[in-house]
């Protein structure tokens, strides 16, 4: 793979991003979710009690902690912000594929591997992004409401996170890449991200599922150890999607 | 020598059930405009592909400038051009944007690939619109767009599939004719089913049918070798075409006569004898003849000969 061609594809992925307003929406997702977490777990208890006043119900709710704010921040990115991810990616390759724009690159001096290395990287710096700004924004707010965590364990933590969002992303592209339309990889995305889900409840193997990751930024954020397992789960699942990805293009015949 | 040259290649899709190609031997001297000729579905886009690297062949063998083209190397594609029967791209840029990054993929600094792209858009006549988004353009414009791109490296051979499809006369008028200005400096292999262009600006042309090359030759030597000349009578009358046809097949000739209206048609290698018995025919039963003359098949004629002969 030569460094010039991937250079340029790179550029272009990162343009194309910016241009079609993806980097935007992404970037609003996350940011609305760092600030919004921290503040719906301050809120919680009296919206719980506002509820509960209604009904002529009394309520108990400790008072909220960091540790809310954080669990709050990973569930939210976790679920609702990879949602968007998951739509925002599954179009990546198989929308070039169906344009016929693929084909406009393929045929220049320029290798497969170049073109799916570019775009897989542009997703994963513009997710990266994303979620740093949206840590930034969780943390500081977190600091400002509560007690803050340590801002070495809050930092491990959004790398555990990213890691968890980064294979969803993977997975996502893979089906991209194979998948003969966007709705096609959509649906594949969520049913991979919904099985893994599901396995959550297998005994010691599901220690290596990127779901463990999420408990574990919990945990990591208010300095507890980081555990080994998700993390290598994870990064198997993204080098196999990876190279699964590299093969079926390469026999791809437009 | 030759710039393109294939030899048995084979396509098959569908597990064998369709054979888009089935044995194609080309051979395409360099800096010739190589006009390939074919019905729907004769196999002229995927041989295209299968030359430009874009799909791999099932069998057989192909060599572009040189270099094979069952395992397409970054060297191979430096070295041709390639506009695809429905170009398309990234809609988001401008036609300008688009010269300079295809120019940047073939390896070009900022600077130089900027001025290429100047003097292709000016070239394409696309100068004004450079800075639009080529979503907007129209559908000739992104054919020119999409020539211009094909262009962009000067490459040593040019893939054309159907340059012309969706220009108007002028825009058709200012390709052909950047088309033949590249003769002897850039192998052109273009792909076409307009007769009239392959005429204009080929020096060769193959003809495709079922995968196969049905007939390669210059374009002139491609009608003598195919479809012998014609003689046509047209008479004052259907009805005196008509009854000649029937005197003529009375006669039991071996040349066979076609009608088509007032017009009747006699093919043959050699038609001075047809042409004596047909004004003996004329004479004796008093037709009203307007004219008579011998005429050279066109290349719709050889096409549809060897078409029609192999289906």
Redesign the interface.
Known sequence: MSGRPFAVLLRKELREQARSMRLLALGLVFVFFGLASPLLAKLAPEIVKMVGAGQNVVIEIPEPTALDAVTQFVKNISQIALLVLVFLTMGAVVAEKERGTAVFVLVKPVSRLAFLAAKLLAFWLSTSAALILSALCAYSYTAILFTPPSPAGFSLASLLLLLHILTFVTTTFLFSTVARSQVAAGVLSFLIWILLASLGGLGAGSDFLPGALLSAAVTVALGGATPWQPIVGSVAIIVLSCGSAALAFRRWEP | MDAIRSSGLVKHYERGKVRALDGLDLRIAEGSVFGFLGPNGAGKTTAI?VL?????PTSGEAWVAGQPVADPS??L??Q?G?L?Q?????T?MTGRELLV??G????ARRSPASRRADELLEMSGLARAAKRRIGGYSGGMVQRLGIA?ALVSSPQILFLDEPCASLDPLGRRDVLELIGRLRGKTTVFMSTHILEDVERVCDTVGIIDHGRMAATAGTSELARRFAPPVLELEFADPGDAAAFAAAWTATGHRVAVTVEGATGRLRASDLSDARSEALRLVAGRNLALVRLEIRSSSLEDVFVHLVEGTS
Do not use: N
Not at chain 2, 86 to 90: A, C, L, N
Not at chain 2, 104 to 107: A, D, T
């Open positions: 592909k430009t690297g874009l799909i791999e970054p060297r594609r430096s041709i390639y695809s429905e170009p398309r791209f990234y988001w990054f295809a940047e993929l073939f390896g791109q």
